[in-house]
């Protein structure tokens, strides 16, 4: 930008040193011309060299001030280049508007966008935001135009030259005149790939807090998940006074279904047997894999016998579900053992010991039925 009141300064003085040298020359003839004449006397010739050093001494004091002036000048100009410099260098985009068009842009603001600076400074700044978020520039610039706060930041969906849409995080300062209009001045970052990041480093962190509580083969719940959350399970029923019951189970025979079908397709049974408890697990349940062929259901707010009476549907679920593996069918029972807190126990060891008993008794009875805990343990 280039400073005018500083150039005609300066053109004013180097005017007014010239009519000087004029007036100079002028009395310095009229002096010549009055003696070849015979007409000056010693007076007149007085008055003129008084005149001649008013003259000189007035043209020195302008001729120091040109030279103040040429000196602040040219730091201004030096002023000016630095912060050029500084602005063409800034790693944000950095631009001013007045009546909604681009007054000023630094390369950054132009490479953000990928349009040529001269080609920003013939558009509307509302061509470069996304249709929705329109509505949240226009508050914000108005905000800026009224001066309502020290600065404006928002983040808003931008559109880029070949129509890419991009995520600016924007800073408005309050409007500043410039030659009699109000004037904006807005610094603004691509935030698209930070937050591409962020977002890649949530879903990371979530896929890892999943990862550690659930079991990778089944989707259910591990053993760690268990061991943290039934101890509260069971301080939250001891406050609210009602019982907890919980069923162990396991897959019978398990060992034969993986020596005769392989390994794969004993896995495909893990799965259909989870998938068997998941549907029948209320959002409030815990279901998860105990270790190997071992499942653990922690039902809450549930009494022995109707905890009985879900283990038993899922045993005639699971029976009633042949499990295809490729292109065969295999027929899969369980083997069930329930107990409930508080009367089977009280610490989760103590209730978890207690279905694992009745379980061993299911097992011991033939498998393929579901016992429940029957003394209460001390
Ligand atoms: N396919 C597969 N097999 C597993 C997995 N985890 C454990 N096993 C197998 O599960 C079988 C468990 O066998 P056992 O403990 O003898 O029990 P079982 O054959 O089910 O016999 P009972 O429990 O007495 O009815 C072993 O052969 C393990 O190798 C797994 O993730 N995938």
Redesign the pocket.
């Known amino acids: 930008m280039i400073d005018t009141d500083a150039l005609d300064i300066e053109s004013e003085l180097r005017a007014e040193i010239v009519r000087l040298n004029k007036v100079v020359e002028a009395l310095m003839n009229r002096v010549e011309h009055s003696a070849t004449q015979h007409y000056s006397d010693f007076d007149q010739f007085q008055t003129t060299i008084m005149l001649e050093n008013l003259v000189r001494a007035r043209t020195k004091e302008l001729d120091a001030a040109l030279r103040e002036n040429e000196k602040i000048n040219r730091a201004l100009q030096e002023a000016e280049e630095k912060f050029h410099r500084v602005l063409d260098q800034s790693l944000v985009g950095i631009t001013m508007i007045i009546d909604d068009r681009f007054h000023y842009v630094n390369p950054k603001f132009a490479a953000i966008f990928d349009y040529p600076v001269d080609e920003l400074m013939t558009m509307d700044i509302m061509e470069l935001v996304s249709d929705a978020d329109e509505p949240t520039v226009r508050a914000a610039m108005q905000k800026a135009l009224n001066q309502e706060l020290a600065k404006i930041n928002f983040v808003a969906n931008a559109v880029r030259r070949n129509g890419q849409m991009i995520t600016v995080e924007v800073s408005v300062s309050p409007a500043i005149d410039i030659g009699g209009k109000p004037a904006l001045i807005a610094v603004l970052a691509d935030i698209s790939e930070r937050l591409r990041s962020e977002r890649q480093v949530q879903a990371l962190h979530e896929q890892l807090q999943y990862q550690a509580i659930h079991d990778p083969?089944t989707g259910l719940y591990n053993r760690l998940f268990l061991n943290e959350n039934l101890e509260r399970e069971l301080l939250l029923a001891a406050r609210q006074s009602y019982e907890v019951s919980v069923v162990m189970s396991?897959?019978?025979?398990?060992?034969?279904i993986?020596d005769c079908y392989g390994?794969q397709a004993?896995?495909a049974v893990?799965k259909a047997f989870a998938d068997i408890l998941k549907r029948h697990a209320r959002a409030s349940d815990l279901d998860c894999r105990y270790g190997?062929?071992e499942f653990f259901l922690v039902l809450p707010d549930t009494s022995l016998q109707t905890a009985n009476e879900r283990a038993e549907s899922i045993r005639l679920a699971l029976i009633a579900q042949p499990i295809a593996v490729a292109d065969i069918s295999i027929h899969v029972t369980a083997s069930f053992g329930v107990a409930t807190y508080p009367a089977n126990g009280l610490s989760p060891v103590a209730l978890i010991g207690a279905a694992d008993k009745a379980l061993y008794l299911a097992?011991d009875a033939g498998?393929n039925q579901v016992v429940a805990a029957a003394q209460p343990l001390q």
Not at 250 to 256: C, V, W
Request: no cysteine; aromatic share 6%; hydrophobic share 30%.
């Open positions: 083969l396991d897959l019978d025979h398990f060992k034969m993986n390994h004993g896995d893990l190997g062929e097992k498998r």
